[in-house]
């Protein structure tokens, strides 16, 4: 079976490349061919049990899509996207980028399916920024997006792309909308929303790390397992139990900052968290503010999807992952 | 001041134009320029007191967007777009018209807009259809937009465009999502909808009308007169009120078919209900089931839109303005 990841090069995109690579299997269909496609150059793992292509490709070039396309991929995992902060700072980039790439993509897929009745498994990784403040708590899957970023905008345009070109039976969609990946790996970033990873990662390794907003913002988190486990089972589910309704809130913990301090605490003790120095900025504090404290996500349950049920479970999994076992 | 209609041939189009020419004032300001633009040209009504301008033009012709915001209208209403059943049909079309065509009047306002701060009022045509089945009744302000059609699709798509467009402060737009409108003048036409509009129209002159589903079907409706409200009230209300979820269900009245039959019946007797046959349709029974029962609309209440709260006011309205008075 013939595979693509486009976005390959990012968090996630890393994350689901090796998962892939250690399983080759997606439900009962053996992986033989992942490509691998980025505007940075993917790493090429190593490899002798499948054909692994990396290529160099924007998706926002007009010419790429059909070129991916023409390779006939069965399954199709879509996480490219430019993040929040630059499609806000750069409207044109955001809508070409995140919109435009995105219609590109369908579009392909449905001259494809036009041609000779190409019909592929497209996961879509979305976003909880399609809903926007004020937020009940915790979300119902019913609940209206009214996104407040522009990012959040272009994440909900293609969920309702995704579920028409699905509904006409152009490919077998899925949207799945990602909790904060937590604990991120790897460097701290410039991403408003860094400080989730940052006051448990740092700590970890005996570091020190701000919190800049305060301990009662309640929000909703998964870890990088998950989020793999999301794309793996959206990509070999029965897409027949889901219905018209293809895009869904998935599940996650939801805590406030305190409690992910306390999850801290009882598993690397009061040293860790004493290496947490709290330093308030109002505009982060805000943007936080207007953020999902978390979702009922009972439709993605029901299906099958699975995350970790409290903090702790998602730092274990970051010490597994990233620290080969060992605080 | 100057006001652009945009899809001014169609039936909303051409009674907003009699509306805003027969009282040239929304708000504090007088219209003094009005400019009709459709892909069908747009009758010229008589009128000596503003300067009334009619364009045939396409929106989704890439050029004609920059022409007509060129003029810079100060109120631009929106109501162009192919209807749900030829979006079915035509898949290319209604993404190039209904979608594309709308972003291509957003951006060139964003273009004038960043040239020179022009921030012009944008009333949009929305639709119930951006909302698909299984519906409750009433269906909250909340409730989120699964379209079960390409049209619902691309109203959604133009829905999270205005708001965006309109947090940045490109322009300041209301998404009006209508009611089905009830009763229709004019000849029957081939609309799936239409039987609801003729089981009433023509008995009310004495003519046979055909009505293909069962009297427990419930709808939601909203008569031309209050279409126009709508529109003018989107037009030339403070804004500042809204907040940033720009898209509004529109208040209606929620009937079934027996109490439309009821209504005609206590204002038209039971000679006028006697012309109702009735021949199930399956196919459109099938379809009606999928549609919007009715809304609560609160926010659009408490932002002081209305409509009609009984059927029989429905009818009224029709008997005075299609039938000058006399059913």
């Known amino acids: 079976m013939h595979s693509l990841i486009i976005g390959a090069a990012g ?10 690579l250690k399983n080759p299997q997606l439900g009962s269909a053996q992986i033989t061919t992942l490509d691998l496609v980025d505007v940075i150059p993917p790493d090429r793992p190593d490899t002798s049990q499948i054909t692994l292509r990396c290529q160099k490709a924007d998706l926002s070039d007009p010419t790429i899509a059909a070129t991916l396309i023409a390779q006939r991929p069965e399954v199709i995992f879509h996480l490219a996207a430019i993040v929040s902060g630059e499609a806000e700072a750069d409207f044109d980039k955001g809508y070409r980028v995140n919109l435009d790439g995105t219609r590109a993509l369908f579009d392909a897929i449905r001259h494809e399916h036009d041609r000779n009745g190409y019909t592929p498994r497209v996961v879509f990784a979305s976003s909880i920024a399609v809903v926007g403040a004020p937020l009940p708590y915790p979300i119902p899957d ?5 996104p407040l970023t522009s990012y959040g905008t272009q994440k909900a345009i293609c969920e309702l792309l995704l579920a028409d070109y699905t509904r006409r039976g152009i490919f077998d969609g899925v949207g799945i909308r990602l909790p904060t990946v937590c604990i991120r790996p790897g460097k701290p970033n410039k991403a408003a929303s860094g400080f989730f990873s940052g006051i448990l990662r740092e700590p970890l390794v005996g570091q020190e790390a701000v919190l800049p907003v305060p301990d009662t913002i309640r929000h909703w988190h998964a870890s990088p397992r998950s989020a793999v486990g999301f794309m793996r089972h959206a990509a070999s589910m029965d897409t027949g139990a889901i219905g018209p309704r293809r895009n869904l809130s998935m599940p996650g913990v939801s805590a406030t900052v305190a409690e992910q301090i306390e999850a801290l605490r009882r598993i690397a ?20 503010k207007g953020w999902a404290p978390g979702f009922e996500a009972k439709r993605a349950l029901s299906l099958g999807f699975r995350a970790e049920t409290n903090f702790e479970h998602i730092i274990q999994a970051h010490i597994e992952d990233e620290l080969e076992g060992v605080k």
């Open 269 to 288: 003790g009061d040293a860790a968290v004493q290496l947490i120095r709290r330093e308030p900025d109002a505009a982060i504090t805000a943007m936080c």
């Open 142 to 146: 019913e609940f209206h997006t009214t």
């Open 11 to 20: 968090m996630v995109g890393r994350k689901l490349t090796q998962d892939l």
